[in-house]
């Protein structure tokens, strides 16, 4: 039991108290009229209802009122009783390839945690990098990036996690209350969210881009093409994701160095590498590797599962151990917000939003670019990016022609926004991940994420003003 | 010196009587009295109190209970009133499913229904128990009787439904243990809250932390009290050595500051036993624990011929000042008094404004806190208020 008294006058308690209520009561007055209002030219009586369950779950999940995995509940019991899809297709959205992976990647984190080779790697790295808080930092933020530009951020986060949490509880950091222990979790999952665009292989949204652009104009983009065009964003968002972290979050302790003799007893308490340390490392390697090399072919929730499997077939790990470990919160948000993402594109919410939204102003080439990034970077905060791209890109690539635009810069204008979602966890799953540690929470992650979500773009847009010509690309055919 | 006649004041008397003890003269009221402390006898303007009347001291009391027809009288001799008997409770003479007596187990003291689950105190193993040690309840050294839940159950079942008392109080002992005796209370007030309708206050050694305070007042207790007994330092580490040593006066403090924090006004108590210091040490105590929002309650030393510490008693003229000042210091720091009443052991701040204003009228905020519907609401306010006021962290986090 951990209690807390509130020794505020009654009055004040009250009053808060009776601020809830008021709270719900505005939610439904607001969803009531965006259900009541008259169904606005183009859209579908199934879209505006998309609309009104998709703002309400925005007030919600903004305002963390109730928790996050019970508003996509929410969303997910709205979306039929509404009529906006059929039950069965709603339920078996749940089923998508992205909640199966994080639950995979839940209990490989789970069984690396168990197993004690996650802690053996937290201490060491605190001891290789004991001297300052500040390198402390810098090498999970490099680290998470880095490892994104060869598997899927989700895939890093959900890796790095619980290493984080070691250090963080190594350091004895409170979660909620300490300036470092943010910091550390912000720098693992903004680093995996920068580090997610450099490549195709940070997320599937990239290649879903392109084969769209491909399937639409027969025109593509190139592995190596496509990470030279966003080298400088990475590198500049690199810079400024540390700096924004640092300026909001100071480091709020002294050193690292006073843990030292805790971490080189605890250390030496760990004793030689067991058999089953090396066992579930073997594993998770393995898994890392079948992320890469066949992420894409097999899909990622399949290999990892595949290891999930395996380890229970070596008896690495059992059931009581790992279940601890499994956010079934994050689970239930995550595909919620599937559901969600799905609802607003197949009632064809999102695309009259885009449409009514951009269709005047999008008046030149470069306007076109910056509107649509600006769509993508801000739908993805609340949709999952692979739905940001099934929305935006047809209409975008229908856009291009009438504007006589290259369709592979508008590709990348939605495609590479779409990955830079730093304000809200049901945005990516890598700020997700990092949320469930409490160390951070939505209010925090939406106000530093909200001014590198304005940096993300305006450099989106400087790197394709400035840059892209010299390689030979242009807003124009 | 003339002896000053006490009779006429139902606050003065029983103060006096509490002092001085009685002579019975009467077998029915000495059958009562038979394996009790004392007898216990509702004065004028039902002010109730338990008279020691099997101390050797007593012999020498001017007051004598008599039977006059059907109802007693108390007399010294010059003069009498009329008092009544308390009923003895039924339940007395009960046992639980597992053969224990409840009177073992539940003590009525008025309002109060005291229930010492462990009378175990370890005090007593270390040779460090207080000096005085009879002013508590009935605890000792290692062989103390340990009541489980159920018998404890029993026992509240059987006082709340003679309506014997309201509120249900729960002691302890000293255990070495940093929460001051909550974490084996637990089961007790848990248990008690969720079977019946009722107030529990919980008497306790202060905690090495103040999150157990917070935690008493989460699991339901209503009303707390860290028993000081003495406020003079240096009296304090010669007469409780025990509590000196392990706990400290300025722990002591510290823990009753908090919780007067925490718990509503009126509801956090601590004793400081009239007699053990002097009077005007007594004061200094009554001004330091107003001051931070706790209720002084005054239990009357009685010297026993089996405790080490044998002090003369005080006499009435010297003590009724200290009630007095009590009283204003109470009035003073606006602290709620509805709380600690009607208890047979201590004069209670309502019934000291007695002593102040002279014999006091029943005001019908008196009759609504002793009505059913007032029990009722007091219960209601207290469980409102927790729920308000308590923040379960595990609840918060996602």
Redesign the interface.
């Known amino acids: 039991m951990s209690v807390e008294i509130d020794t505020r006058p009654i009055w004040v308690i009250l009053l808060l108290k009776a601020s809830r209520p008021a709270f719900y009561l505005a939610v439904v007055l607001i969803f009531w009229g965006l259900i009541a209002m008259p169904t606005p030219e183009g859209l579908s009586i199934g879209g505006q209802r998309a609309i009104a369950i998709f703002a309400v779950c925005l007030i919600l999940w903004v305002s963390n009122i109730v928790p996050l995995a019970i508003t996509s509940l929410f969303a997910i019991v709205l979306v039929p009783v509404l009529g906006v899809l059929p039950k069965k297709e709603t339920y078996a959205l749940f089923g998508n390839e992205a909640v199966f992976f994080i639950l995979g990647a839940f209990i490989l984190a789970g069984a690396v945690m168990h197993s004690g080779i996650s802690n053996r790697v937290a201490l060491n790295i605190m001891k290789r990098f004991g001297g300052s808080p500040r390198t402390l930092v810098i090498s999970i933020f490099l680290l998470s990036a880095f490892l994104s530009f060869f598997m899927s951020e989700h895939a890093v986060a959900a890796m790095l996690f619980p290493i984080v949490l070691e250090i963080a509880k190594g350091l004895g950091l409170k979660p909620g209350k300490s300036n470092y222990g943010k910091l550390l979790f912000f720098a693992l999952a903004w680093g995996c969210v920068i580090g997610g665009v450099a490549t195709f292989l940070g997320g599937a949204r990239v290649p879903l881009a392109v084969g769209m652009l491909k399937e639409t104009t027969g025109d593509s983009i190139g592995f190596l093409e496509y990470s030279v065009a966003v080298f400088p964003l990475v590198v500049i968002l690199l810079a400024a994701g540390y700096l924004i972290l640092t300026k909001f979050f100071p480091i709020d302790i002294e050193g690292v160095g006073s843990a030292r003799a805790v971490l080189e007893r605890r250390i030496k308490g760990l004793g030689k590498f067991s058999i089953n340390e090396y066992a579930t490392g073997t594993v998770l390697l393995f898994t890392i590797i079948g992320w890469i090399a066949f992420g894409e072919g097999l899909g990622l929730a399949t290999v990892a599962l595949s290891s999930v499997v395996v380890l229970f077939v070596f008896r690495l790990v059992k059931w009581k151990d790992i279940e601890e470990y499994v956010n079934w919160g994050i689970i239930l948000m995550y595909g919620g917000a599937i559901v969600l993402g799905a609802a607003l594109d197949k009632s064809g919410a999102a695309s009259w939003l885009v449409k009514s939204s951009v269709g005047d102003w999008a008046g030149s080439p470069w306007m076109a670019f910056a509107l649509f990034s600006f769509l993508s970077i801000l739908l993805t905060a609340a949709m999952s990016n692979a739905a940001v791209i099934a929305v935006l890109l047809p209409v975008s690539l229908g856009l291009a022609s009438k504007l006589s635009m290259d369709p592979v810069v508008l590709t990348y204008a939605i495609a590479v926004p779409a990955g830079l979602d730093f304000m809200f966890p049901m945005g990516t799953p890598a700020i997700a991940i990092a949320a469930s540690s409490n160390y951070i929470n939505v209010k925090e992650s939406a106000k530093g994420g909200f001014i590198m979500f304005v940096t993300a773009w305006a450099v989106f847009n400087l790197v394709a003003a400035w840059w892209w010509p010299l390689l030979g690309m242009g807003y124009s055919r | 010196m003339k002896k000053k006649n006490y009779l006429h004041n139902p606050a003065t008397l029983k103060i006096d009587l509490m002092l001085r003890g009685t002579r019975i003269d009467d077998p029915v009221v000495k059958a009562w009295a038979c394996g009790s402390s004392g007898v216990d006898i509702m004065l004028p303007e039902k002010t109730l109190v338990n008279i020691p009347c099997s101390e050797e001291f007593t012999r020498n009391s001017p007051y004598l209970i008599k039977k006059k027809g059907s109802g007693y009288l108390i007399t010294d001799g010059a003069s009498e009133v009329e008092v009544s008997l308390v009923e003895r409770p039924a339940f007395y003479n009960r046992r639980t499913a597992s053969g224990v007596p409840l009177s073992s187990i539940a003590v009525v003291h008025g309002s109060y229904t005291v229930i010492t689950p462990s009378q175990r105190c370890d005090f007593f193993n270390r040779s460090i128990e207080c000096k005085y040690c009879a002013g508590n309840f009935n605890v000792t050294g290692r062989d103390g009787v340990v009541y489980s839940v159920e018998e404890v159950l029993e026992a509240v079942e059987a006082v709340l439904k003679e309506k014997a008392s309201e509120i249900i109080y729960f002691s302890i002992g000293f255990s070495d243990s940093d929460d001051g005796g909550i974490e084996f209370l637990k089961p007790y007030i848990l248990a008690v809250k969720k079977n019946f309708n009722c107030l529990v206050a919980v008497e306790a050694l202060p905690p090495k932390k103040n ?1 157990w305070i ?2 008493t ?2 699991l339901g207790a209503d009303s707390v009290l860290y028993n000081l007994e003495i406020f003079d330092k240096e009296l304090f580490e010669i007469i409780c050595p025990g509590r000196a040593t392990l706990i400290g006066h300025k722990r002591y403090l510290e823990a009753l500051e908090h919780a007067a ?2 718990f509503p006004s009126g509801t956090v108590a601590s004793h400081l036993i009239v007699g053990l210091e002097p009077p005007g040490s007594t004061c200094m105590g009554i001004d330091y624990l107003t001051g931070i929002g706790v209720v002084p309650i005054l239990p009357i030393y009685r010297p026993s011929a089996n405790r080490a510490l044998r002090i003369e008693p005080l006499d009435t003229e010297i003590i009724l000042p200290v009630y007095k000042h009590l009283y204003k210091s109470i009035k003073k720091n606006r602290i709620n008094v509805n709380w600690v009443r009607d208890i047979s052991m201590v004069t209670t701040p309502v019934e000291l404004k007695a002593i102040v204003n002279g014999p006091r009228q029943r005001s019908i905020v008196d009759g609504f806190y002793k009505s059913r519907l007032g029990k009722k609401t007091a219960w209601g306010l207290a469980t409102l ?1 927790r729920k ?7 609840d918060d ?2």
Do not use: P
Not at chain 2, 388 to 394: H, P, Y
């Open positions: 999150r917070d935690e007042y989460a924090k925490v208020r308000l006021r308590v923040i379960d962290r595990e986090s996602e």
